[in-house]
């Protein structure tokens, strides 16, 4: 598996031409504050020869919104000149500041290391922002950067209602009646509203509510959390609780490392309330109507009970509404209308309980068809995995162990910090050897795992390119299983596996092969995963709108996400896709880009073309 992404070789001390350096005799303090100086002269001046003069020749400069509006990584000095060209005078940094945390000599590898440092600075009369940076050395005894990241953090003028900002009057008996009124929007319109209630949309409607932006969430269960609650009962979170903290509200030091879904559902709901975030349940956005002449969007929302609300004037529009926006992807084969048994696509299955005495077959091996496998071997039920193709194994004890260690982990930085730390390694950076290194280290902390699979037939791939679990996420959130388990019940035979020939139809009783075998089936479940996000848009917003929008999910050539949390070439219309950790950090993003366009402080945005 391969993926086109810019990027250059490790900035290894033999790559860079420099002998072996000892950490000690590194002054890690006065060599970021000199080059942090000139970096502020050079700022300050406008000078995009001397800026550049700061950087190897092999660097990046990764960017949310401090400088362009956008989110953009500019690969090389030929890029980065270009860009500096463009934003340096327009965007006026200043102020730089830099900060005690991160400053220090990093060494991930023999090899490798950096003198790793943040700063604080000010966009123009516009936004308060940080940066993280990473200095590599040059055989002349200098240090020149490898990697700077700016992150717009606040708009000037608009902080967060939070801390000395929150409401510090006494609320004696009214409390209960005004969250009515506002969340009821009987005399007025939110400025956003959100389509879908799970973390997403959460997170981006507590975004906004700090902000000052009234937001309104149109959830079509019941209650908030069913988007997890709903689905099937073994589902847990693979991901661990540090990495999947809300903002304002973490969970508590008592919440187990991997969440249940039903118990991350009552946390949603409780979020909600807690939060004071206005929603709506048990109704659906029908109808979405773009009125470029007003610059809103005529959304009709439709109640359970038959009700129809409209509203006129809906500022933005914001699909939260999952992976690929749930809408099942469930391939077609012949015979499947002739099956005596049941098909169900993942996002139906509920219970393995349910087929108690039925021969059961999971069509696809990443994570719902390994979570729905070994669900159904627990319960006694008679279980075959169909792996169409390879797919990337880590375990989450040796996987997080690896990449997560240092981030996100019991003692670790505090959740915002590593937050940028995290977003501060472009993915070209990564893709080039730093996440190869990685894969092979999890791989030898996984070897029995992995030697047992190989044996027992289980087809495996290392990633795209060798990028293990990362990569294969964020270009098509798919093709991995994250283990809790399920490999070891493949490798004893608990779980029966069939991947020798392609699944050429359905007969009556079960799925016929091309080399003509056959397995008995009386119950098949598509763990497929979901279609394109885009065909919600166009269910909702039409045709036109759905045909000019960006694709949501995937990799730009820089290595950014495409779509979600940013300018879908549709003014007002937002995609908010991500897990957790993607989604909190993200979702302010989204909140400051609404926030200064209600102000009239947003932009000119610089987006990449083509």
């Known amino acids: 598996m391969t993926l086109n992404l810019e990027g250059f070789p490790l900035p290894t001390l033999d790559h860079l031409g420099v002998s072996s350096i000892s950490p000690s005799d590194i002054d890690a303090k006065a060599i970021t504050s000199d080059w942090l100086n000139q970096f502020a002269t050079f700022s300050k001046d406008n000078d995009v020869e001397g800026t550049l003069s700061l950087f190897n020749n092999e660097s990046y400069w990764r960017d949310i919104l401090a400088f362009t509006w956008d989110f953009r990584t500019f690969i090389g000095t030929n890029n980065i000149k270009q860009f500096l060209k463009d934003r340096l005078s327009i965007s006026q940094p200043k102020a730089f500041k830099l900060r005690d945390e991160l400053?220090?000599?990093?060494?991930?590898?023999?090899?490798?290391?950096?003198?790793?440092?943040?700063?604080d600075f000010e966009v123009g009369d516009t936004g308060i922002a940080s940066g993280i940076g990473r200095l590599v050395p040059q055989t002349d005894?200098?240090?020149?950067?490898?990697?700077?990241?700016?992150?717009?953090?606040?708009l000037k003028g608009f902080p967060e209602k939070v801390g000395s900002l929150r409401n510090l009057e006494p609320n004696h008996g009214l409390w209960e009646a005004l969250r009515r009124r506002e969340a009821a929007f009987e005399d007025k319109e939110p400025t956003a509203l959100i389509i879908g209630g799970g973390q997403g949309g959460m997170e981006i409607a507590a975004r906004l509510k700090m902000l000052d932006v009234s937001a309104l969430v149109v959830e079509k269960n019941a209650r908030i959390g069913d988007s997890w609650r709903n689905r099937y009962k073994a589902l847990c979170l693979h991901d661990p609780v540090w990495y999947d903290h809300m903002p304002y509200l973490p969970f508590p030091p008592n919440w187990p490392a991997y969440s249940p879904?039903?118990?991350l559902a009552g946390w949603?709901?409780?979020?909600?309330?807690?939060?004071?975030?206005n929603v709506w349940t048990s109704c659906e956005v029908t109808k979405a109507d773009r009125d470029e002449a007003n610059d809103s969007w005529a959304v009709t929302v439709h109640f359970s009970d038959g009700r129809d609300?409209?509203?006129?004037?809906?500022?933005?529009?914001?699909?939260?509404?999952?992976?690929?926006?749930?809408?099942?992807?469930?391939?077609?084969?012949?015979?499947?209308?002739?099956?005596?048994?049941h098909i169900l696509h993942s996002s139906q299955h509920n219970l393995a309980s349910d087929h108690l005495g039925k021969r059961v077959v999971v069509i696809g091996a990443c994570t719902s068809g390994h979570d729905i496998a070994s669900d159904y071997y627990l319960n006694g039920i008679d279980v075959t995995m169909y792996q169409r193709s390879s797919t990337y194994i880590m375990s989450t004890k040796a996987g997080w162990e690896v990449l997560f260690s240092n981030l996100y982990s019991e003692g670790a930085l505090p959740t915002d910090l590593a937050d940028r730390v995290n977003a501060s390694f472009p993915l070209g950076f990564m893709m080039n050897g730093f996440a190869q290194r990685a894969t092979e280290a999890i791989a030898e902390k996984d070897k029995e795992i992995l030697d047992g699979l190989r044996k027992r037939g289980f087809k495996l791939n290392t990633g795209i390119n060798g990028t293990g679990f990362g990569m294969l996420a964020w270009s098509k959130a798919s093709g991995y299983y994250l283990d809790v388990g399920a490999s070891q019940m493949i490798i004893d035979g608990k779980i029966k596996l069939k991947n020798d020939s392609l699944l050429q139809s359905f007969t009556e009783t079960g799925l016929k092969f091309e080399d003509d075998s056959e397995i008995p089936a009386d119950v098949v479940i598509f763990a497929t995963g979901f279609g394109d996000a885009r065909n919600l848009i166009r269910k909702i917003c039409g045709d036109d709108v759905a045909t000019k929008c960006s694709p949501v999910w995937g990799?730009?050539?820089?290595?950014?996400?495409?779509?979600?949390?940013?300018?879908?070439?549709?003014?007002g219309l937002w995609y908010a896709m991500g897990n957790l950790a993607m989604d909190r950090f993200h979702s302010k993003h989204l909140a400051l880009q609404i926030k200064a366009m209600e102000e009239k402080k947003f932009g000119p945005r610089y987006s990449r073309v083509g």
């Open 309 to 341: 609300h409209k509203f006129k004037g809906i500022k933005h529009l914001i699909f939260a509404t999952g992976l690929n926006g749930n809408q099942p992807n469930i391939p077609s084969y012949p015979g499947m209308d002739t099956f005596k048994g």
């Open 268 to 277: 949603l709901e409780y979020y909600a309330e807690a939060m004071e975030l």
């Open 141 to 154: 005894g200098s240090w020149k950067a490898n990697c700077i990241f700016t992150n717009l953090e606040d």
């Open 555 to 571: 990799l730009t050539n820089e290595g950014e996400i495409r779509g979600s949390w940013k300018d879908m070439g549709i003014p």
């Open 261 to 263: 879904a039903a118990k």
């Open 103 to 119: 400053l220090g000599v990093q060494q991930p590898y023999p090899d490798l290391i950096w003198i790793s440092f943040m700063f």
